[in-house]
């Protein structure tokens, strides 16, 4: 496993990070979920990337990992870098949602519980809510490192200028913002024109969400939707309309390059997105090992060639996004 400074800090991150949004609550066995995170840990994924609503249930991921901290990872937690958010819609009445200091705190103390640990590495504010003033989330971010609960903070969906100014309230405090986290993917490259100009100016790391577009950048759906699909999993944000024929032929041609590169489609997605330079980590998803070990070989993925990227963005065509 290849490790990354996270921006102009001091912490390392794996190129590949394991994330728990899906298959780690409760409708997955549990055996599972601990086989893939150990196996995980094993090829050298050493950051956890969790949230206070991953599940199904809103919850359950936290909880079933901290049992499996408690039953195996014990001794393991300085090797550990685990992550957690707060700020989306968790219990109802005024305090179960958005981004105020109330929220945010009773939200950590809340994940603090679920997963058993002391303190977060990196704990998040999961979005931007325009009902907040910034200045309120982001001395609740400082607090939280000023008081132990979390070593790092970072940043999630914000806009731009937003984060920019985050960052700067944070910096004032000498708390350093070292992570932004949002989608980026070869279809989505929103983040190249909105974020990483002041991410770079400011030293702040980039992790990259659904890399793999939920499953859309790999050979996945290339012969139909299979059974075991997330598309058919309670809470799932990919839908069978987002797999049409004109997705599938763009999928076959994809994996052709990728197979001239020697490699799968997933493995290709995942090391396009690590070639950008300012790219700390990606953060896949997973619903079983044979997925993670093939994420895990976009680590050693070898460079693009020009031809390469052009064939790609010829192919993505009117789906990319920027
Ligand atoms: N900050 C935020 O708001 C935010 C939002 C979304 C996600 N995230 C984080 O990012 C993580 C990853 O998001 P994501 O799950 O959408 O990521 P993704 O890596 O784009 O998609 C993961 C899914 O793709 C399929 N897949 C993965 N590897 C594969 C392979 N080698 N071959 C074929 N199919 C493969 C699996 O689908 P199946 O399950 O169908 O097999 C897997 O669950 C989350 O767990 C979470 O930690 C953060």
Redesign the pocket.
């Known amino acids: 496993m290849e490790y990354r400074y996270c921006g102009k800090s001091g912490l390392q991150l794996p190129v590949v990070s394991l ?5 780690f609550g409760n409708a997955t066995p549990f055996s599972t979920q601990e086989e893939i995170v150990l196996h995980a840990f094993d090829k050298g994924i050493t950051h956890i ?3 206070n609503n ?1 599940g199904p249930p809103a919850g359950s991921a936290e909880e079933n990992f901290g049992r499996m901290m408690a039953r195996e990872l014990k001794s393991h937690r300085d090797e550990l870098i685990v992550s957690s ?1 707060a700020g989306h819609y968790m219990w109802s009445g005024p305090y179960g949602d958005q981004t105020s200091r109330k929220n945010t705190f009773a939200s950590l103390h809340q994940s603090l519980k679920r997963t058993g640990l002391e303190y977060f590495d990196i704990f ?1 504010s ?2 931007y809510c325009p009902e907040v003033p910034l200045e309120e989330t982001v001395q609740a971010l400082i607090d939280i490192v000023k008081q132990g609960k979390a070593l790092y903070v970072g940043l ?2 914000y806009p731009a200028h937003l984060a920019s100014q985050a960052c700067d309230m944070m910096a004032e405090q000498h708390v350093h913002c070292l992570i932004y ?3 980026y ?1 070869m279809i989505c490259r929103k983040p190249e024109a909105e974020h990483f100009n002041f991410l770079r100016d400011k030293g702040v790391g980039f992790i990259a ?7 859309l ?4 759906y290339i012969n139909g939707i ?1 059974a ?4 058919y999993k309670e809470g799932a ?2 839908h069978k309309e987002d797999i049409t024929e004109e997705w599938v032929e763009k999928a076959r041609r994809l994996n052709e390059v990728a197979a001239s590169r020697g490699q ?4 290709m997605s995942l090391a396009w997105v690590l070639a950008k330079e300012y790219v700390t980590s ?7 090992i ?3 070990d ?2 895990v070989a976009a680590a050693d993925s070898k460079p693009f060639t020009h031809d390469e990227l052009n064939e790609i963005d010829s192919i993505l065509g009117n789906s990319i996004v920027r």
């Open positions: 994330g728990l949004w899906h298959n990337d969790l949230a991953y958010k998040y999961h979005r999630s969906k986290q949002d989608r993917n969400f659904s890399p793999l577009a939920q499953g950048l790999t050979n996945r299979p075991d699909s997330r598309v944000f990919l799968s489609l997933a493995e990606v953060i896949a998803g997973v619903s079983s044979r997925q993670l093939d994420n």
